[in-house]
């Protein structure tokens, strides 16, 4: 069935190619759901869509904001949006509790888990952890995989006591020593540091063996099996995007700073990490947006730890098929 669907998707997207620079194609739409508000990560996507690559393909799409990944996943598995944005492990803990997703790209070729905490704190290093406060949300990812990154730390965990804090007031309870410590998304690691400066510490679980792929773009199984030809119309476009976009972010960053009602150089920033989470050998060597077989066997196994799922074949949730081998993640960025 796969290799059904990469020579009928092929075939479509060389023909929506040729169309795309004379003959306008009927379009068809897309309602693909982010996995949080507009932000750095997001910019290709948007300049793309402002310069026409979907239109030119065939393709009306409507971004929606997201709430979360696993807001994301449940829309998009349930059918209620046919593409979307979520962390990949998110992913595959929904795909193992129902729902019907498939992976078909990553963004992140790194994971972009990491915990922070002020050194002011007594905290030297992760290994400090133990007896300590963690603040953030029940449903935060890394909270939720914690089993297997306390693995990971080779710390007990049951040895870090948790409190509910909201998103936004992570670094204001960091801040106040209400918790010792919390986890976030390293694209917003810039925020951190002008916040604590030196005072900051902090673990990128990439850096110590815990390295999932971060957020991905996903689709709804049913609709990707009706619909190749657009899906790797997306796909390919969207790989392009962010491959332009690492080679020359001024206008990416522009056009997402307008969309989002952001300063340009907030998402500088962000769009700069963003490119460090992109960068891995997976996506500089085989294809921008790539899945690696064996690191995601190693992703599953680490859900498989952290939730209980029903058990599935991970080949299942995830395909390279739609993506054009030929664009991959430049080495030299901007």
């Not at 918790?179 to 902090?202: K, L, P, S």
Request: proline share 4%.
């Amino acid at each position: 069935m796969r290799g059904q669907l990469k020579a009928v998707a092929g075939a479509a997207f060389l023909t929506a190619a040729g169309l795309g620079s004379g003959q306008a194609m009927a379009a068809e739409t897309i309602n693909f759901v982010l996995n949080w508000v507009p932000g750095g990560d997001h910019a290709p996507i948007y300049w793309a869509r402002e310069q026409g690559w979907y239109a030119d393909a065939g393709i009306d799409l409507v971004i929606e904001d997201g709430t979360g990944s696993g807001a994301s996943a449940k829309k998009v598995g349930v059918g209620r949006n046919e593409l979307g944005i979520a962390d990949l492990p998110t992913m595959l803990q929904a795909r193992g509790n129902g729902a019907d997703l498939v992976a078909v790209m990553n963004i992140y070729a790194n994971s972009p888990y990491g915990i922070y905490w002020k050194k002011s704190s007594g905290i030297e290093d992760f290994g400090d952890l133990q007896g300590r406060t963690i603040g953030n949300p029940p449903f935060d990812a890394a909270r939720q995989m914690w089993p297997a990154i306390a693995s990971v730390l080779q710390i007990d965990p049951e040895s870090v006591n948790f409190v509910n804090v909201k998103p936004n007031a992570k670094i204001a309870a960091m801040e106040s020593g209400s918790i010792d410590a919390t986890t976030n998304f390293y694209n917003v690691h810039y925020i951190y540091q002008r916040i604590f400066g030196d005072d900051m510490g902090f673990v990128a679980l990439r850096d110590i063996g815990f390295n999932p792929y971060g957020n991905s773009i996903i689709a709804n199984g049913d609709w990707l099996e009706g619909n190749p030809e657009l899906a790797q119309s997306f796909v390919q476009v969207t790989q392009r995007a962010y491959a332009t976009c690492a080679q020359d972010s001024a206008p990416c960053i522009e056009t997402l700073a307008k969309a989002g009602s952001q300063k340009v150089e907030d998402v500088t920033a962000n769009w700069k990490l963003v490119v460090e989470l992109m960068t891995h050998e997976t996506s500089t060597e085989n294809a921008l947006g790539y899945f690696a077989p064996d690191r995601m066997a190693d992703d599953y196994g680490a859900v498989e730890t952290s939730f209980e799922i029903e058990a599935y074949d991970v080949s299942t949730a995830f395909t390279n098929e739609f993506l054009d081998m030929s664009i991959k993640m430049p080495t030299a960025t901007n």
